[in-house]
């Protein structure tokens, strides 16, 4: 990853902005809610990864 400093930011935009076109349209052609998918990984993640063991590092959660 380059630092913000480093990254050219209208190349950043382009390419956020194909991706997230991208999975909005996918999302849209599967009739899926968006927020909720977010809403469900985000509890996944949070059950993969407690704060408590996961603050601050890089480790899988197979690791912790």
């Known amino acids: 990853w380059k630092t913000p400093e480093q990254a050219h930011i209208d190349s950043v935009k382009e390419e956020l902005a194909d991706v997230i076109a991208f999975a909005l349209l996918l999302a849209d052609k599967c009739e899926l809610d968006v927020k909720q998918?977010?809403?469900?990984?985000?509890?996944?993640?949070?059950?993969?990864?407690?704060?408590?063991?996961?603050?601050?590092?890089?480790?899988?959660?197979?690791?912790?």
Do not use: Q, R
């Not at 509890?43 to 704060?51: F, R």
């Open 37 to 64: 998918i977010v809403l469900e990984k985000m509890e996944k993640n949070a059950l993969k990864y407690p704060v408590e063991k996961s603050k601050g590092s890089a480790k899988k959660y197979t690791e912790l």
